[in-house]
């Protein structure tokens, strides 16, 4: 009953196509520190391999996994580096010697490919307990492929099971498959809290005196989420994986059982005066003196003052940026939208800073009063072919009430063609849509929000970002890339998490700042529990992957109807 560990490391590479890492080697060294530490990790043989080119890392990974280990050995493989994802899914590891094709890609070849690690190592390996932990991008993407056949409980021997818990395969990885990974001038933020877990004892949760792959996971997932909320790390696991023992935790230590207390106590990044009260009677219990009581909050706080410090970092940025252009362009938004990613901040999390520093109309009127209108006195064209009251519709966008203005427009729109509350629309349905009804639409969308909103609006921002229209007017085929760039353009879909927004978790109030074409947005989707996404479905008995377009078949199908209602009508 051995334990054996290989730590690769690649932060140097010849290709100066791909940035070096500096990190790495922190990392590494720190992890080899906990690992190899015989009262922590206690592992038999801890390997360094720095910087090694494609062949020496398959080599020496085939030597972990099928030559060094018996059938109740635990072996780990970490790996800290760049990961790339392939356009089909597969994960790669890039090496030292990995070579950039010229449209900018790794060369495959010269990278090493996960799929084939997990097929013809992982899963020949004696060894049935395995353990991979991933900080690099898209390391999610590594578990896509692994098999969660026969997973029921085995029959292994008492003091094995006591020693290294249960038998079967963890992947602890830093992203998800579509997520970049983030790394600071200390290293992966990932590793960092897997040392720290360790090594203070601190991923210890039900206080037992070991450390499993599963506590260790949500330990670092939980502080990392501290600090850059928009990380995902994410665990997988085959049969037991979750209970493979990786390290050992002081019982009954004084350090430790304070900074648990501090753990509890703190929430938001804060002690309440009854929390700090408790915070310390625990000191004077363990007999902590005030400078190493002072430490240890340090240090359970410092998750949160980094979380701070970017947050900081943004206002400042959206600071500067309106005092240079009061009204910020597409491109000033997708830069900031850009360095809220490399942050890890989500859309909530800035929210706040958006509702103090982008002025709204109604907070320079001297009372509520002011926003109200005559509407008999406006002179706006409220025609329909159908005979639909616009009136409603008219008022809510006056008044700057984007959610039920949304709501209302979805209603009039369905009646509008005679069907029922919760259809969507068809393209059949959309290309005969009557022109005045849908102009009418669109013209008090655009006035009502200053040019910010419309259905004309978001047909200008999807052809910028690449969507075409043939001469007909008709999108000619489905275009995966730009419906991408304008979901985020548009904030219906959050990069960093590769998730679409459901309907309900748009923005519909001035206070968090809807960008630039996100309403309309309630036509797109029947349901509001429904995603703001396309909807796939497969066929078994064809074979291949038929595209329902969904939401996005409305939004090219209404450009196109924009298109030909302007160009027929007066």
Known sequence: MAKYAL?????????????NLSGVVKDIEAMQRVLQHSEIGGFDEVKFLSN????????????LFMEKCQKDD???LYFSGHGYRHEDGSLFFVSRNTQVNPQGFPRIGTAVDAKFIHQNYMSRS???????????????????????KDIANLNIKNEIGEQLGGEGRAVLTSSTATQKSFEDSGGGVYTRYLVEGIEKGAADSDNDGVITVAELHEYAKRKVQEAKPAMKPEIFAVKEGYTIRLAKAPVGDPHLEYRKEVEQRIRNGRVSVPGRRVLIRRQTELGLQQEIAAAIEAEVLKPFHELQESLQEYEQTLTEALEEEPNLSDGTLDDLQRLQQILKLRDEDIAGIHHRLIPQEENNDSSSTNKRVDYTRIDDDLSSERGLDYTRLQELL???????????????????????NGNDFSVEQLKIFPCKDLLTIDRLWVKYSNGRFGFSVQKEIYLSLGGKLDENGQYDEYDEKAINKFGARVRW?????????LWKQLFFTN????????????????????????????????????????????????????????????
């Open 398 to 420: 006056a008044y700057e009430n984007w959610k039920q203005a949304d709501e209302e427009t979805y209603l009039l729109m369905i009646q509008a063609l005679d069907l029922e």
């Open 493 to 501: 879909k959050e990069v960093e998490k590769n998730e679409w927004k």
């Open 7 to 19: 730590l690769i490391g690649a932060s140097e590479y010849e290709s100066q196509k791909i940035n």
């Open 52 to 63: 090694p080119d494609s062949d020496t890392m398959r080599s020496e990974i085939e030597q």
């Open 126 to 148: 004696k060894s049935k307990r395995q353990v991979l932990i991933l900080d690099c991008c898209f390391s999610g993407a590594f578990a896509e492929g692994m098999s969660a």
């Open 74 to 76: 635990v072996v780990l």
């Open 511 to 570: 206070s968090t700042s809807p960008p630039k074409g996100h309403l309309p947005a309630r036509v797109y989707t029947p349901n509001n529990e429904f995603p703001m996404q396309l909807i796939y479905s497969k066929y078994e008995n064809t074979g291949y992957e038929h595209r329902f377009l969904g939401s996005f078949c409305t939004l090219s199908s209404l450009a196109s109807r924009l298109v030909n209602c302007n160009s027929v009508m007066p």
